[in-house]
């Protein structure tokens, strides 16, 4: 990060800079500081799928996160549009267009709606709540246009649309048929508005004849959108898509809407598959002491195999398709396991692949159970976790002190994990999230990631 006295530039994955108000008590510039990228899993998929020479549309560009992400994936031979009506977070976009010498960016000073004309936009602290539905203590007159009225503008295919309008989505989609009957992008759009389900807007975007995809961070794929998705409270976006856009995202590895049919569960001669691959783990000698991968505690077969199940779902040798097939059915006879018995080994293995297939909630809610019972726990941890088990997070997977500590190992693998996926950013926690972080911080084995977040958190929330 370089600050200046009202500005602050940072370096996002891919190496393009952004310029934002040098200010931690606003969310962008905190959230930047603190994570070195926006928050959302989604921006992961968009940075595996854009490539050179793709049209792309912004609607809601904010300071240009989205924005600068796809200039740099599309490249010369590519095009992006950046709507951003509101003048201050637009004159920081524009700074950043030119500072990175981005020649295939068009930022454009109007907002979309149903019709085209002038509005009162209201005008929030934070401008990512910038809304033309929320009059607010200020506001500035901007003009409106329709993405129908902007159609013949775009001269080319465009591949995405990431539309971001606080409320205005669904009269920017009701003026929009001109354009999607030209048009076979893929949409990403806000599945909720405050914290209710977006169901106007998933109707708009089904009535133009898309399907409903989420994503899912473990694997980086989209996977259709189903009802119980709704009990995720971390589910933020949402994408939609025709069929044949979404045949073509699936030939390239990137969709999933089929079931594979896998064979019966291997159960037999799993605890020594789960044993070979955590025995290989130089933290294993701390904290899976007994080295014995078969016990007779309830469910513990069922619970291998499902660990077997689940390491052979990471194998990225696998296809796809049958990742995804093993790594739910993992899941589920994990939870078979957990009904029989509920361990801290088990907890930790679930937490994993929950966040894997896109349950946040659930991961959260298992590593602060465990983080409970470890605020309890004595310094003889390794006694606490009876069978083999996978950490939280992969990158502990080959976590290598050189002077292992039991209680430092398990607490890291939880409470590093929890910090960052509890909530968004420290940002929404304020001081409310100071007790956790803290204690990440005193572990000696806290990664540079934690580093940076405690970093931001300890400016703005500790005084």
Known sequence: ?????????????????????????????????????????????????????????????????????????????????????ASLPRSFLNRSVAGNGFNNVEVIDRALSDHEGSAR????????????????????????????????????????????AEGEEVRILSRAQKFFSRQDPLVMFEYKHGATVNHGLLDAISALGMGLYRHLPGLNVL???????????????????????????AAQGLLVSENMELPEIEV??????????????????????TRSAVSDRPGALVYLA?????????????????????????MANLLVSIRSECNVSRLLSAARVAMDLGQRSASVVMLGEIAKGLAQAGADVASWVPEPFL???????????????????????????????CAFSQYFLGKRGLPLLERVAQNPLHSAAATRRIIAARQVFVS
């Open 1 to 85: 990060m370089q600050a200046g006295k009202n500005s602050a530039t940072f370096t996002i994955p891919g190496g393009s800079s952004i310029e934002v108000p040098g200010d931690l008590r606003l969310m962008t510039p905190f959230v930047l500081a603190e994570q070195g990228d926006w928050f959302e899993s989604e921006i992961h998929f968009i940075r595996r799928w854009l490539g050179p020479g793709m049209g792309v549309i912004d609607i809601g560009a904010n300071y240009g996160i989205y924005t600068l992400t796809c200039a740099k994936l599309v490249g010369p031979e590519g095009r992006v549009w950046a709507y951003e009506p």
């Open 121 to 164: 936009m209201g005008i929030a602290e934070n401008a990512e709540l910038n809304s033309l539905n929320e009059a607010g203590q200020s506001g500035e007159t901007v003009a409106l246009t329709t993405l129908d009225g902007e159609a013949e503008s775009f001269g080319r295919d465009i591949d995405f649309v990431k539309l971001d």
């Open 223 to 249: 996977v259709p959108l189903i009802p119980s998705d709704a009990d995720d409270g971390f589910l933020l976006n949402v994408f939609g898509c025709s069929p044949e856009r979404a045949q073509s995202l």
């Open 268 to 289: 037999a001669g799993a605890g020594d598959f789960v044993a070979d691959w955590v025995e290989a783990r130089p933290w294993s000698r701390c904290l899976w002491p």
């Open 306 to 330: 499902a660990i077997a199940e689940l390491i052979r779902a990471e194998d990225p040798q696998r296809g796809i398709v049958e990742r995804i097939a093993r790594a739910r059915r993992g």
């Open 391 to 421: 950490p939280p997070d992969r990158r502990h997977d080959d976590l290598s002190p050189a002077n292992p500590d039991a209680k430092d190992l398990l607490s890291i693998m939880v409470e590093e994990p929890l910090l960052e996926r």
